[in-house]
């Protein structure tokens, strides 16, 4: 069975800090990674993908994350954490030939200015 | 170019109402996703409509909970006897194909009082 676990339910920083959410993953097949933000009292929008292409994966607002098959891992960075990244990010899951999709708890990202 | 929309925005019933909750995808999209955001947890997977396929029903967390999806795009959530545990937010997502990034609307806030 699918699994998604994202260690640390609340993360803080200060703006211009180094932001690191961690993502840990178990599926029994190769794996479609997500990772989606969701803004206060907003939808959630997808961040990026990994597809089993590269394994770095770059996405929107400058946001990135690395597959690490070895590791079950899928973290998300940024290098340089701005006020408007505050929200809630969770970590997704689905296997290579399904839809079924499989959340992460979330991790709410605080900015400190 | 409309995304996807729900209705209503926010119900709130009394213990033991029925409810129904209405989902427009994007159109052309074939899959169709509900899922529950209690407070302060993560996404809850109920069910997922794929094309003309039989729907997975593993997430619905009781009998209680029913959705179907008519010709292929409007679904409606279910839920009979509604208890205060049931409220949350529930969410819709709809998506073109695998691996397709899923896009979600606005959700329906769920209170049960």
């Known amino acids: 069975a699918q699994s998604v676990t994202q260690l640390g339910s609340h993360v803080s920083v200060s703006e211009g800090a180094l932001v690191l959410l961690r993502c840990n993953y178990s599926?029994?097949?190769?794996?479609?990674l997500f990772w989606y933000v969701q803004y206060p009292n907003q939808g959630l929008q997808l961040l990026l993908k990994y597809t089993s292409a590269a394994t770095l994966v770059k996405g929107i607002n400058g946001f990135e994350a690395e597959f690490k098959k070895s590791e079950t891992s899928f973290h998300l960075t940024k290098p340089s954490a701005h006020m408007s990244d505050a929200a809630e990010y969770f970590c997704?899951?689905?296997?290579?030939?399904?839809?079924?999709?499989?959340f992460g708890a979330g991790t709410r990202l605080f900015v400190k200015a | 170019g409309a995304g996807v929309s729900q209705s209503p925005s926010n119900k709130v019933t009394e213990k033991g109402k029925d409810v129904e909750l209405r989902c427009d995808p994007i159109?052309?999209?074939?899959?169709l996703y509900w899922y529950r955001q209690s407070l302060g947890q993560g996404l809850e997977f109920l069910i997922y409509f794929q094309g003309n396929s039989a729907p997975d029903k593993s997430g619905l967390p009781s009998d209680r909970f029913s959705a179907e999806r008519t010709g292929g795009s409007v679904s409606t959530l279910t839920i009979q006897r509604t208890q205060q545990e049931d409220s949350a937010v529930y969410l819709c997502a709809s998506s073109l194909d695998s691996p397709g990034e899923q896009f979600f609307g606005p959700g329906t806030r769920l209170t049960v009082l």
């Open positions: 997704a899951v689905r296997n290579t030939g399904g839809f079924k999709t499989i």
């Open positions: 159109s052309g999209h074939t899959a």
């Open positions: 599926s029994s097949v190769p794996p479609y």
